[in-house]
C-alpha cells in the first residue's frame, strides 16, 4: 500500500505542490498532455466505474464524457490474468461514459 510518505519520491510534471490544514504536502496536477486516458486514444481499454465495467476502442475524450467503439458491458470478467472476459455483452453502437463515474481505466483484453 503507497503511504504519504512513499509518494515524497514521485515526481509529477505540470503539478503544483499544495499543504493540507495537517501540513502534509500533496501534489495537485493542473496540466497533462499525451497522458491519462488521452493517451490511451485507439487502444482497446477496459474502465471501471461506479457500478459497471465497461471495455471497447477509446474513439473521444471530452471534459465530461469519454466515447467507447466496440464497446462491451462486462458482467464477470473471470482471471484477469487470463485475455477475454469470461462473461461480456457487446453494446448495440458507440458507448459514451460520464467520466465521473470513472474509477479507474488501462490496457486489457
Avoid: H
Avoid at 471501471?48 to 458491458?73: F, H, Q, R
Wanted: proline share 2%.
Amino acid at each position: 500500500m503507497l503511504s504519504l510518505n512513499s509518494m515524497t519520491n514521485y515526481s509529477v510534471q505540470g503539478a503544483t505542490t499544495i499543504k493540507t490544514k495537517g501540513g502534509i504536502e500533496m501534489k495537485t496536477i493542473v496540466e497533462t498532455t499525451g497522458g491519462g486516458l488521452e493517451g490511451l486514444l485507439g487502444e482497446r481499454i477496459t474502465v471501471w466505474c461506479c457500478n459497471y465495467i465497461y471495455a471497447g476502442v477509446l474513439e473521444g475524450v471530452g471534459d465530461t464524457d469519454i466515447k467507447l467503439n466496440d464497446a462491451s458491458i462486462v458482467y464477470e470478467t473471470g482471471p484477469l490474468s487470463e485475455a477475454g472476459f469470461e462473461n461480456a455483452e457487446k453494446l448495440p453502437s458507440d458507448w459514451y461514459i460520464r467520466t465521473s463515474a470513472i474509477e479507474s481505466y488501462g490496457l486489457m483484453q
